[in-house]
């Protein structure tokens, strides 16, 4: 149960370069927009779009969501979710505790993950949160584009990294997943809402532009990221080529 007030902040943007107005994308008669706007609608009372683009602002006004417009210069989603935030605490003339940031491009985003970070909150030590779920194949591993998470005892993150880590010394790559529980990272964020203001305005550190992973510039700068886990993964759709995917698998009711 949540016990505080939390914004759910789903940002969108039409320019993508695999995937041009990849929000608008129609899926099963819906706007994938619409999709994950419903998602989270089941687990939080407060859910907006925040966007910089008129075509989405208009699409989501069309099914009874809730919008905001936002800079088109924003360099991330977590700059995006400050922008917003003060504009929708104007709109609801409420506080908010905390902010999820919900990714725009997973139609199927569990209201269960949602519900786990958003319960992080409750506890009046959590900055920040995030998921994990455990590694199981070799290939997610080493793959970069799936990034990896070592994680303290008292559930804090302590470092992101697109590399397979901790390494393994003694054993073969091949070997690493049987031998060690490795973690990848769901990219799904909460932040409480005096924290999301101070990290937007963090220069970026050597870790961040090492990686490319915007999460290090927090560690860098002492904040401390809470860790939940979860078994599930929400299918994205980054390309045409994976909602092609997805229109065959029969997932869409």
């Known amino acids: 149960m949540l016990e505080k007030n939390i914004l759910g902040l789903i940002p969108a943007r039409f320019g993508s370069t695999r995937f041009p107005g990849k929000p608008l994308a129609d899926i099963g008669g819906k706007p ?10 089941k687990e939080l009372k407060y859910v907006y779009v925040a966007t910089d683009d008129e075509r989405i602002e208009h699409a989501v006004s069309k099914f009874g969501g ?11 989603g977590t700059d995006r979710c400050a922008e917003a935030l003060l504009k929708v605490k104007q709109l609801e003339e409420t506080d908010f505790y905390a902010v999820l940031n919900i990714q725009g491009d997973e139609p199927f985003i569990s209201p269960e993950q949602i ?7 409750n506890q009046a030590e959590t900055e920040l949160a995030t998921l994990v779920k455990p590694i199981k194949h070799t290939e997610d591993l080493f793959n970069p584009n799936k990034p990896k998470v070592v994680v303290s005892k008292d559930k804090k993150a302590l ?8 390494y393994l010394r003694s054993e073969q790559e091949k070997d690493w997943v049987d031998k060690h529980q490795y973690y990848n990272h769901i990219g799904l ?5 005096d924290v999301l203001m101070e990290i937007t305005r963090l220069p970026l550190g050597q870790l961040e532009l090492a990686e490319s992973l915007e999460q290090l510039r927090w560690l860098e700068n002492g904040y401390s990221i809470r860790v ?8 994205a759709i980054d390309t045409p080529q994976d909602l092609e995917k997805l229109l065959k698998s029969g997932l869409i009711r």
């Open 32 to 41: 994938m927009i619409q999709r994950v706007y419903e998602q989270a609608q």
């Open 66 to 76: 809730k919008v905001v417009m936002t800079s088109e210069d924003h360099q991330s």
């Open 115 to 121: 519900g786990l970070v958003a319960k992080c909150f």
């Open 159 to 166: 470092y992101f990294s697109r590399s397979p880590i901790p």
């Open 189 to 193: 964020y909460g932040y409480r809402s």
């Open 228 to 235: 939940e886990e979860t078994n599930e993964q929400a299918v």
